[in-house]
Structure formats: structure tokens, C-alpha cells
């Protein structure tokens, strides 16, 4: 369903050497793809290349929540159908334990406790689903569904399992550049230039494909393609905050917890139970948008700091609304993390104008994780069967905000070499 390929400077079945940039849950179900298609050829290699560690931001941060049917209908909707059915076979394939499906309910923030146990009695359906550990003032609940299209899965295992099951290699540096050569009218990705974490080299990864899928940093391909794509982004850096489980080893219901806007500490809580016991806590509020030229200078990519007074609003938020946790709730960990948002809130998902082998998967804004195996499996058909069967991907072309002039195309040319006419 993509638009035609350019012509593939190799032949389809000679070896090649794939790498991914990035080790998040985006970077890691394209590279699990590749590597598990038949139609990787015989011999060729995919590595991950990550800056700092595996699911070191968002995708080791995130909630994990998804849903079959939350889309609105946009070109983004199959997505969500496709990856949710695909992560109902492959968590059990990759040995994935944090998988589940669970019911959710909507809850307005409300003064006393007593509204709760009205909510309860009046419709049994919800009183099936209401968490033990909201037992204490709420207002108005209704059920948001009762887990048949929605689940949750803890992303770093999904991230961890992937790499292990498909013996993918991983490099630690951080992508600094490509190498291309002109060749006919395009150029083709020769290599990908990156720091060694360890040692402060620089270093070439010889490669004769790269997948951008870097998060929020992707942006920084503006310049590793000399100015052959734009890549505008915001980075929404949010706080995030996780419970211990209970201390006496008490059960923690499953059930999924969207709250309305509270005006007493500006949340939006949604409450995350996962099946270790921990409940993790976003909406916390006071986002910050870090914009496109932070990002290509690295904000936040060693270090991502929570906001303490966030921390404190969700802790009293949360609170109000749990007496268990309000008498005996202990905090394992405060974090945070960015989601990757263009201006459309489209991914970027496409090949790159006027290069042989280059790609690009990023920009999955507030359902990364939910999207993540569709996406993998969308970028794994498009690399080596050179069109995409799976998703219509013209909607998340990557070219979309790019000056037709500066498409790496037409005339385009780079050190007085002209490098492509046909784009
Ligand atoms: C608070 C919060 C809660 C969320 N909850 C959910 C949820 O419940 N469900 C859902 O579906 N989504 C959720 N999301 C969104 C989801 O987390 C992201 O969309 C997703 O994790 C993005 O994954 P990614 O792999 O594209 O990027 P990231 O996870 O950001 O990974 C990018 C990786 O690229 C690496 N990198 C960056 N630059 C370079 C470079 N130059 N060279 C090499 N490596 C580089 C980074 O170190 C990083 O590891 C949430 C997001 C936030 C902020």
C-alpha cells in the first residue's frame, strides 16, 4: 500500500547489514521483525545502535496501557487494532509475564467516599471491576471497558525479551552521522557513524540499510541526511511515579484507572496496576514541550529529571483516592520520560527521499508502546520486501513537512555532486 520503492542499488537476496538506531520499544520490534522475516536474506546481520541502554527513556518509563478500539478512526487506527492482536500472540511467544488484559474505569475526582459505594450499589457491572485499593474519596466511576479490547504490558520486558529471543546485536554509542556514496541518481547509506559509550571513539558501522527510530532524538536525521528530510518534533517531558507493592503481600485488583482533571492538584491521573504488585501513576501534569532544536542538541538524553512538585501532587492526588495507600502506600520510583510528538501527531514512518536504504520510525507520540509490534512489523516489510503490506504508511510519510526542494532530490546537490533527479 506504500508509494513505489526506489530501486534497490543491491540485489534483493544479496546479504544485508541493517542497523537500527535506538533502543527503545520502536527501534527494538523493527529490528525483532527484520530479523525474524523470511525475507532476510541469508548472511546478513541487524544491529541496534543505542546511546545510553536499552529502554532507557520513554519505552523503559511509559505506562504500557493499549486498546484495540480507542483509535478515531484516523490513519493511525489500524495500528492499534493489528498491534493489539499481534501482542496477544507474541507475549506469550517471547515469554513476556507482565502481559495482561484488564478493565478500566473512568473516574471524576470527587469529595467523599460515600459516592463510591453509591456508584457500587447502583450498577453491578462496575462494582465487578472497582479495585480494592480504591477505597477512598471518589466521584463519579463508569466503566471504560471490561477487558476484552484493552491490556497492558510493562515495555522494558517487552524491550529485554525481543533482543533475547532474536539474538539481536547491540552497540552502545550514539549516532553521529551516515556515511552514503552517490550512486545513479540517489545516494546509498554505506554506514552509520556513531561515539562508542565506552571508549569516546568515533566509529563506522559498515551498513547497507538504517532505521532511524530514535524517539524524540530521531529529529537529529535532519542533519545526519544533509537536510533531505524535515523532521520537525516536540518532546512532552512528563513525570511519572511508581508504587510498592503492598507490604503484606495483598493482592492489587487489575483494573486500569482514567481520572478527570483534578483542579486540587492539576492531575489527570491514569493508574496503572501491573501484575508485580506496583501500580504505576502518569497524568501527573506540568509537562514540559521541549522543542526540535533541544532535541537535536540532546536534551534530556543522559538525564532525565522528574519534577519533585509533580511527584508530590500525584503522591496526595493518589492518596485521596486510596486509603490503603494512604496509610501504608510507599513510593518505589519517581522518573521521567519524553513522548515523541510531530505536529500532526502522525509517526513518521517512510523511507527517506533520495537515499537507497534509509528509513525511518519515530515520532509514536502517546502510543509507542501500544503501536509498537505493528510498527515493527510495517518497517520489516518495507526494508526488505520494499512495500508495505500491513499499513497504509502514506499517511505517515516522512517527507510530508519537507520543502519539495529540499527532498535530497531534484537537481539536489552535495558537494557539487548531484545526487538524485528522480525525487
Ligand atoms: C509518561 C508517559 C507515559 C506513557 N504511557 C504510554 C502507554 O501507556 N502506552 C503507550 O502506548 N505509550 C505510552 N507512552 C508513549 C511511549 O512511551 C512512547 O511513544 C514510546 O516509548 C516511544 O518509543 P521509542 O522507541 O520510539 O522511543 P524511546 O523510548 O524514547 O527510545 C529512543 C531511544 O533512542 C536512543 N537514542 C537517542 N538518540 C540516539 C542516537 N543519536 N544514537 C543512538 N541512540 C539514540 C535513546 O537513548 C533511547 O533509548 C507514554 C509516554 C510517557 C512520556
Redesign the pocket.
Known amino acids: 500500500m506504500s508509494s513505489a520503492s526506489p530501486p534497490t542499488p543491491t540485489s534483493p537476496r544479496s546479504p544485508r547489514n541493517i542497523v537500527v ?8 520490534s523493527v529490528a525483532f521483525h527484520i530479523s525474524q522475516s523470511k525475507h532476510l536474506p541469508d548472511g546478513s546481520s541487524v544491529t541496534i ?18 486498546a484495540r478500539s480507542w483509535g478515531d478512526g484516523s490513519p493511525t487506527q489500524t495500528l492499534h487494532e493489528l498491534a493489539f492482536d499481534m501482542y496477544e500472540e507474541l507475549c506469550p511467544m517471547l515469554g513476556v509475564q507482565s502481559y495482561r488484559k484488564l478493565p478500566v474505569l473512568s473516574v471524576s475526582p470527587g469529595p467523599t467516599a460515600k459516592s463510591r459505594q453509591d456508584n457500587k450499589s447502583k450498577n453491578p457491572s462496575i462494582s465487578d471491576i472497582v479495585p480494592n485499593w480504591l477505597d477512598g474519596s471518589v466521584g463519579r466511576l463508569a466503566p471504560m471497558g471490561f477487558g476484552d479490547d484493552t491490556a ?1 504490558v510493562t ?1 522494558r520486558e517487552v524491550v529485554e525479551r525481543m533482543i533475547e529471543f532474536a539474538a539481536i546485536d547491540v552497540v552502545l ?4 552521522g551516515v556515511d552514503a556514496e552517490v550512486k545513479g541518481e540517489a545516494k546509498a547509506v554505506t554506514g552509520v557513524k ?1 561515539v562508542d559509550k565506552e571508549t569516546g571513539e568515533e566509529r563506522v558501522l559498515p551498513a547497507s540499510d538504517v532505521v532511524v ?6 529529529c ?1 536525521a535532519e542533519h545526519w541526511f544533509d537536510g533531505a528530510v524535515s523532521l520537525p518534533m516536540d518532546g ?5 511515579i511508581v508504587w510498592r507493592p503492598p507490604r503484606d503481600g495483598s493482592p492489587v485488583d487489575a483494573t486500569a484507572l482514567f481520572c478527570g482533571e483534578d483542579p486540587r492538584y492539576n492531575t489527570h491521573l ?1 493508574c ?1 496496576p501491573r501484575p508485580d504488585g506496583t501500580i504505576y501513576l ?1 497524568g501527573i501534569g506540568g509537562s514540559d514541550y521541549i522543542s526540535t532544536q533541544q532535541l537535536q542538541n ?1 536534551a534530556f ?1 543522559t538525564d532525565c529529571p522528574p519534577k519533585e512538585d509533580r511527584v508530590e501532587a500525584a503522591t496526595a492526588s493518589f492518596q485521596m483516592m486510596s486509603h490503603a495507600y494512604q496509610t501504608d502506600g510507599e513510593l518505589l520510583q519517581s522518573q ?5 510528538c510531530p505536529p500532526d501527531a502522525k509517526p513518521y514512518m517512510g523511507r527517506i527521499d533520495g537515499y537507497h536504504g534509509a528509513f525511518i ?12 509490534p505493528a510498527c515493527g512489523k510495517a518497517m520489516a516489510e518495507l526494508v526488505l520486501e520494499g512495500s508495505c503490506k500491513s499499513v497504509n504508511l502514506n499517511p505517515f510519510n516522512p517527507s510530508r513537512f519537507t520543502a519539495p526542494g529540499s527532498r535530497g532530490g531534484r537537481g539536489r546537490k552535495k558537494k557539487g555532486v548531484s545526487v538524485g533527479e528522480q525525487w
Open positions: 538506531i535506538g533502543g527503545g520499544i520502536q527501534a527494538t545502535l543505542e546511546a545510553q541502554k536499552l529502554a532507557n527513556a520513554a519505552s523503559g518509563k511509559g505506562g504500557g496501557f493499549m497492558q515495555p554509542g550514539k549516532c553521529v556513531y527510530s530514535a524517539g524524540p532524538w530521531s537529529n512532552v517531558k512528563s513525570t511519572s491514569e496503572y502518569c540532546d538524553l521521567a520520560c519524553m513522548r515523541p520510525n519515530a515520532g509514536h507520540n502517546c502510543w509507542g508502546i501500544a503501536w509498537a
